[in-house]
Each structure stands twice: as structure tokens, then as C-alpha cells.
């Protein structure tokens, strides 16, 4: 299975609109980050993680030709907010499934009722089948089985998810012991690193890489990556010999 990470940034994005940061102004493709997403495919098996503002883009950027489902973390708009972009693989696939917390399914439903609508539905919308998740409850998409990570967003309850040996969590703040034993022997663990100071609802650097060791994966990954982080190569430098800076349209095997 390959993990293409569609956008690393965070809800703002980087560049920062009107924005005179110096890694706002800076050339360096990878320091240029659309909100964060990930693309896990296979021959058989092609799962987004979170559809954002950028989804459109993304897409075409990555070249997917089918979508299995979308899997969302939380109801946040750079999560959410490209939903309407399944347009085109509705079109050609038919009703497209989704995975979600119920309240997240209870957002989207009121942010895009147009989506959900069953009767007098628009012709033109797309449709999706709506799957419940739940801790403690894995489920599978195309034989693939996937176990829900319950961690905090500050106050606000997250999924993270793991599939196989690989494991995706991002906007998080604290996680309980018992969700920490769900991720033992991973090959690859992607988690969010904010910016080095302190930030209420996100792991700031130091905190992320705390939680690396804690974890112990053979490598990690930081991704939902601010502006305040620093230039791409010079964060690289100063990281553990295994944990690397993702950043746009960068592709691993697992």
C-alpha cells in the first residue's frame, strides 16, 4: 500500500493569505501546504482521510481515478469543507461511503443537507452512504481493516486511524493510555507538529516528538505543519534520525 499525503498544512494553509512570513514568501515547493489529507491506495483499495478545502486540487494533483470512501477525523472545515468535490467519482461510481463519528455525520449533514437529501434531491449532487464509527469498533473497506484511535482535539473528540502497521493522526492534543496501546509496533506513524511554542489544541514540536518515543514507530511522519514550524529543510536538520517533516505529494511505501 502507498500513502500519498495530499496537503500537510494547517487550516490556514501556507502560504498565509496576505501573509509577509518569511515561509510564506518562500520558493521552496515544500514549504508550500494545502490542509491536510491523505491518499492510501493499492490496487484494490484507494481511501482518502479527511476532504478539505483543497480537495479539488489535490486530486488532480495525485491523479486518483476511483474513490473506495472517505474517512473524516473530525467535523473541522480544513477536514470537511471539499465534500462537494466527490462530485465527479459520484458521477462515475455511484453513491460514494463515508466514515465518520456521528456527530461529525450530523455536521455534514446540516453543512451540506443538499448531499443527504433523499427527496426532491438536486440532480446534480452527489450522494454518499453513511457509516457510523465508533471506538473501540474496527470496520473494513475493501478487506482492509481499519481500528479507530479516540485522541482529544483540546476539548473536542477525534478519530485517528490505523490501518495495518501504518497509523494516521492528526489535530491532536492528548491521548489516553489505553488508545496509545492501539498503536505498539507500527512501521509508520504520521502525527501533527504545530509550531515549536505551546498551542491549546495541538501538539507544539516537542510535545509530537515526545509522543514519537513514547509510541517508539520505526518511523514517523509530521504533518498539519503551521508557518510558525520554520523553512522545510531547516526543521528537517534538527529532527531524530527517524522522524521526517511530510510535506505535499510526498509518496512512502509501506
Keep these: 500500500m502507498k500513502v500519498y499525503f495530499l496537503g500537510t498544512g494547517t487550516s490556514q494553509g501556507i502560504p498565509v493569505i496576505g501573509s509577509q512570513h518569511s515561509v510564506c514568501k518562500s520558493n521552496n515547493p515544500k514549504d508550500k501546504r494545502l490542509r491536510v489529507s491523505v491518499w492510501l491506495y493499492d490496487i484494490d483499495f484507494s481511501v482518502v482521510i479527511d476532504c478539505g478545502p483543497d480537495f479539488r486540487q489535490q486530486m488532480l494533483t495525485c ?3 476511483r474513490l473506495d470512501a472517505i474517512i473524516f477525523t473530525h467535523e473541522h472545515a480544513d477536514h470537511t469543507a471539499g465534500l462537494d468535490d466527490i462530485r465527479p467519482f459520484f458521477f ?3 453513491d460514494i461511503p463515508i466514515f465518520a463519528h456521528q456527530r461529525v455525520l450530523n455536521n455534514l449533514s446540516r ?8 427527496e426532491n434531491k ?11 464509527v465508533e471506538n473501540n469498533q474496527t470496520f473494513s473497506i475493501q478487506k482492509n481493516t481499519i481500528i479507530p484511535i479516540e485522541v482529544n482535539h483540546g476539548n473536542l473528540q477525534v ?9 494516521y493522526l492528526t489535530d491532536v492534543k492528548t491521548i489516553a493510555f489505553e488508545e496509545m496501546e492501539k498503536l505498539k509496533n507500527l512501521s509508520v506513524l504520521v502525527v501533527n507538529a504545530l509550531r515549536e511554542e505551546p498551542h491549546a489544541t495541538h501538539f507544539n514540536l516537542e510535545e509530537a516528538l515526545a509522543f514519537i518515543t513514547l509510541v517508539q514507530p520505526k ?7 503551521s508557518h ?16 521526517y517533516l511530510a510535506y505535499d505529494n510526498l509518496e512512502i511505501t509501506l
Design 219 to 225: 518511523k514517523a511522519y509530521l504533518t498539519h505543519i
Design 159 to 167: 478519530f485517528g486511524y490505523r490501518i495495518g502497521d501504518f497509523a
Design 92 to 94: 462515475k461510481q455511484g
Design 122 to 132: 438536486y440532480p446534480g449532487a452527489p450522494s454518499v452512504v453513511s457509516n457510523i
Design 228 to 243: 510558525l514550524l520554520g523553512f522545510h529543510d531547516e526543521v528537517q536538520q534538527k529532527l531524530p534520525k527517524n522522524v
Design 63 to 65: 491523479g486518483c481515478q
Design 111 to 118: 453543512r451540506f443537507d443538499y448531499i443527504f437529501e433523499t
